[in-house]
């Protein structure tokens, strides 16, 4: 199933370089995530974006950027990477606003940093 | 915000018995409350779903209970199986907003 995609699907990188993961979703949905899962398990919210409004996790460093070039893509950008960058990133998407609000995932993106 | 607990984090049982997660959350006006399920090295997926106006929702062995005054709801598997070993994970949010995850639960089914 490619409803929520993302690439790369393993990026291994050094200390201080930047990286950007792709996502695309062709769920036709207007609201896109993206979420951090640490090595315990912790699914957090980083941000999330529709064409409207970009809402923003305030407990992630600025050196996290979303870019979305049109309402089916949501790239995260990725600064100075660090060591505790090192986690799954997923992308989601949902149709918010209507009855159907499920949040559809891609298959997540393990980032190291080395 | 919403501020949603998750318990137990870790759950093991044996193959054939019910298991049970339960999640609660503070804010009253959060009206939808997923379940997800994600195995091992794969993506988290919907396993089930309730809204704010229904009290109890059943699909094959999996159910779900919600208390809204109480403000908590619940995951029941029954008849477990090795193939339900995985970390779930319940949600809760209101129309239009972010979803809030629980901290996710191990669950293990012993053969």
């Known amino acids: 199933d490619t409803a929520v995609s993302q690439t790369p699907k393993y990026l291994v990188t050094q200390m201080g370089n930047d990286k950007s993961i792709k996502c695309e979703q062709n769920l036709g949905h207007d609201t896109m995530y993206w979420y951090k899962q640490d090595s315990k398990k912790f699914l957090k919210i980083m941000f999330s974006?529709?064409?409207?409004?970009?809402?923003i996790n305030e407990t992630v460093p600025n050196r996290f950027s979303p870019k979305s070039p049109d309402k089916a893509h949501l790239n995260l950008h990725i600064n100075s990477l660090e060591l505790g960058d090192s986690a799954v990133y997923f992308c989601a998407s949902s149709q918010v606003g209507q009855s159907q609000e499920t949040q559809y995932f891609g298959p997540g993106t393990r980032l190291l940093v080395l | 915000g919403e501020n949603v607990e998750q318990h137990p984090s870790t759950l093991s049982v044996q193959e054939g018995d019910s298991a049970v997660i339960k999640c609660t959350y503070s804010d009253s006006a959060s009206n939808y409350f997923p379940w997800y399920k994600q195995e091992l090295g794969k993506r988290p997926q919907l396993i089930i779903d309730i809204r704010s106006n229904v009290g109890e929702k059943k699909d094959q062995r999996i159910a779900v209970t919600l208390n809204k005054t109480a403000k908590h709801f619940s995951l029941h598997i029954t008849e477990t199986q090795p193939e339900d070993s995985a970390v779930y994970f319940c949600?809760?949010?209101?129309?239009?907003?972010?979803?809030?995850f629980g901290t996710g639960t191990s669950l293990t089914v012993i053969p």
């Open positions: 949600a809760a949010s209101r129309a239009g907003n972010q979803f809030y």
């Open positions: 974006y529709n064409n409207k409004e970009l809402i």
